[in-house]
């Protein structure tokens, strides 16, 4: 049996932890990214899954210039998050898992990955709007978290390709794990959105579409871009579609798609929800 | 400025419209950098309100990115090396949201901004049968 069930894939607009601290999920505006969401309540429901491995990026919580992985995975018994700038903070706590961080760590070394680790880290809207997007209210979250960062932010960032091996050795690795916990998958952020220059509030509506249809059935299509190509083709933000990249190498079992939701704009973004589940593939 | 006369830096791919933050973005762009991330910390969003020009001083801004947080200047930050992950939390400070950033650096107003955005207009919706019930 796989211990991955399957794979969220979603938005991260800081705007919608704004709207999540205002009740604004009936909004006109915002309903029908919010709606998107109730096919992935119900599989969480169902699965219950344990921990939930993150693929993200950092805006400026955790890391700096100063020092900026490529690639950083957390290993933390507790991870926080904090106000960015704009005076939101969310309070429940996200529960870690040491044990299961470290082993992934030791496997992906293995497959000659070269990560930062980090004991004690931070994590942005990255990873707290999706959570509060995933588990609503304010229960404790149910799973623990493994944070897994990539540098989007100062190039050169890593190749779509690179991500894609470091999601699937993180899927290794997590197959491997010896204990009985399920797991789910994140990758977020994206899609098409660019925040800066002239350019600013470009959306490629056609190359996102190009990433929805793809993502099950064909991820490695996602690879015939670099980095500047996505940056070109999605924005310089849209370039966050390297975590669902990684994401997506991590579920190495059969793959179909449980529902999409693609949205724009929400703020300056294409919104996407994506649910993929992950079974274990029958050998004939 | 650092490395622009480098073969490397000539060799740049240009993207229209777009800055690729990169390690001579970087470097420009430091101590502007350095500024904003420090107002993840709310006494120090309320000590640049208090006294914008000593708090550039504390971070040793260059002339050009003190002229550009002045002038409000979006794209003269950028250009200073700015990264807006970073200037996103100066905007806060400053009440702008990133829609009003784009039409600053557009040069639309907010309302056309608003409306460029807009024109992208739509919502596709799939859910598979075994979840279909709960949407």
């Known amino acids: 049996m796989s211990q991955i069930c399957g794979g969220i894939f979603t938005s991260h607009v800081p705007g919608i932890g704004n709207a999540i601290a205002k009740g604004l999920q009936q909004d006109p505006y915002w309903k029908p990214f919010f709606d998107g969401f109730a096919p992935v309540h119900k599989f969480l429901a169902e699965e219950k899954p344990d921990v939930a491995v993150v693929f993200y990026n950092d805006h400026g919580l955790n890391f700096f210039l100063d020092k900026m992985p490529t690639f950083a995975i957390g290993a933390a018994p507790e991870y926080k998050h904090e106000d960015e700038g704009w005076g939101i903070a969310f309070e429940r706590p996200y529960p870690g898992h040491p044990d299961l961080s470290w082993h992934i760590i030791e496997q992906v070394v293995a497959s000659e990955f070269d990560p930062v680790t980090c004991q004690s880290m931070l994590v942005d809207h990255a990873v707290a709007v999706p959570f509060e997007l995933c588990w609503p209210g304010s229960d404790a979250f149910p799973v623990k978290l493994v944070p897994i960062a990539i540098n989007t932010v100062q190039h050169p960032l890593p190749s779509p390709k690179r991500c894609h091996e470091l999601g699937k050795a993180v899927g290794r690795a997590i197959e491997s794990w010896g204990g009985e916990e399920k797991v789910v998958v994140f990758g977020t952020g994206g899609l098409s959105h660019q925040l800066e220059g002239e350019r600013a509030g470009h959306i490629n509506t056609d190359y996102d579409k190009f990433c929805l249809s793809n993502l099950a059935p064909d991820p490695e299509a996602l690879l015939q871009h670099d980095t500047l190509d996505i940056v070109e083709l999605a924005g310089s933000q849209g370039v966050e579609i390297l975590n669902w990249i990684a994401a997506r190498g991590a579920l190495g079992g059969k793959v179909r798609e449980l529902a999409s939701n693609y949205h724009v704009p929400i703020s300056n973004t294409a919104a996407a929800t994506v649910l993929l589940e992950n079974s274990e593939k029958v050998l004939a | ?135």
Request: with cysteine; charged share 20%.
């Open chain 2, 1 to 135: 400025m650092s490395g622009q006369a480098s073969p490397a830096a000539q060799e740049k791919r240009a993207i229209p419209g777009t800055i690729v933050f990169d390690g001579d973005a970087a470097q420009d762009g430091y101590a502007l950098n350095a500024m904003c991330y420090s107002f993840n910390s709310e006494p120090n969003r309320k000590a640049f309100v208090a006294d914008e020009e000593g708090y550039m001083d504390r971070f040793n801004l260059t002339e050009a990115q003190r002229q550009a947080v002045r002038n409000r200047d979006v794209l003269g930050m950028l250009a200073a090396g700015g990264n807006v992950y970073y200037l996103a939390k100066l905007a806060g400070i400053l009440g702008l949201n990133v829609q009003d950033l784009g039409a600053l650096q557009t040069g639309m107003t907010l309302e056309d901004f608003k409306a460029a955005l807009l024109s992208h207009a739509m919502t596709e919706t799939h859910v598979a049968d075994r979840l279909g019930e709960a949407a």
